[in-house]
């Protein structure tokens, strides 16, 4: 079964903290992705990855950098968190080229509060 | 601007009532469109999707959408609703943007069905 695991479900954060969010997938695709989602304003795209040590912005990368040193993980790193970034972030990997439009297969999800 | 509008952000209906859940899209050209369910508590998955062929498309747990070229519309449908059809709804269409293939999502209709 397919399976992509985010490390935490749950984060508290204090402002200016550096924050690493894990994501791990096991079907050996080669693309992954990072969302947040806010109410209201549905999921968007913070950054993704479509190979090893590849990395492409997505629309909303500000705050945000990521890090694929394996294909089957890809981190997301808050530099200096802000109260604006308390959001939940879920990760999602598909297979194929970049071109493929191909499902997408969701982790459950990691809540961030950010004081 | 946002470039996949979902017309209603809560909807609540009784059992066996009918479902629509409305998608309009702002892209020109070919497009691969998704709706995406998430139940309380899960991750993301996939209901159904449409990349050519029939615009009647049909998904699992007996949704369909209809893809209206003309309209771009991709709308959400099921005939009688259940309980367990109480989830947030994501329509999403697939953008190529500088060469790389981006999925990106509407704000979500939240469905609440009561017994």
């Known amino acids: 079964d397919v399976k992509v695991t985010q490390s935490s479900r749950y984060l508290v954060k204090r402002t200016g903290e550096k924050v690493f969010l894990e994501c791990v997938q096991d079907?050996?695709?080669?693309?992954m992705f990072w969302y947040r989602q806010d109410p209201g304003l549905g999921l968007r795209l913070i950054y993704f990855?479509?190979?090893?040590?590849?990395?492409e912005k997505g629309d909303i990368p500000e705050g945000y950098s990521v890090s694929r040193e394996k294909k089957e993980r890809f981190s997301l790193i808050l530099e200096s968190a802000s109260t604006n970034q308390t959001s939940m972030y879920l990760c999602?990997?598909?297979?194929?080229?970049?071109?493929?439009?191909?499902?997408?297969?969701f982790g459950e999800g990691s809540r961030l509060t950010v004081l | 601007a946002q470039s996949v509008s979902q017309h209603n952000h809560h909807v609540i209906l009784s059992e066996a009532a009918s479902l629509e859940l409305g998608c309009n899209y702002s892209?020109?050209?070919?497009?691969?469109l998704f709706w995406y369910v998430q139940y309380p508590g899960q991750h993301l998955q996939l209901l159904l999707k449409?990349?050519?062929?029939?615009?009647l498309v049909k998904g699992i747990k007996g949704f369909e959408a209809e893809f209206i070229k003309s309209k771009f519309s991709f709308n959400l449908r099921k005939p009688s609703v259940q309980w367990s059809d109480t989830a947030e709804y994501f329509c999403?269409?697939?953008?190529?943007?500088?060469?790389?293939?981006?999925?990106?999502f509407g704000a979500g209709t939240r469905l609440a069905v009561h017994p």
């Open positions: 999403a269409v697939n953008r190529i943007s500088g060469g790389y293939n981006k999925l990106i």
């Open positions: 999602a990997s598909r297979s194929g080229t970049l071109r493929n439009t191909g499902e997408l297969f």
């Open positions: 079907m050996d695709h080669e693309n």
């Open positions: 449409y990349f050519s062929g029939d615009p």
């Open positions: 990855s479509y190979d090893v040590k590849m990395k």
């Open positions: 892209y020109g050209g070919t497009v691969n």
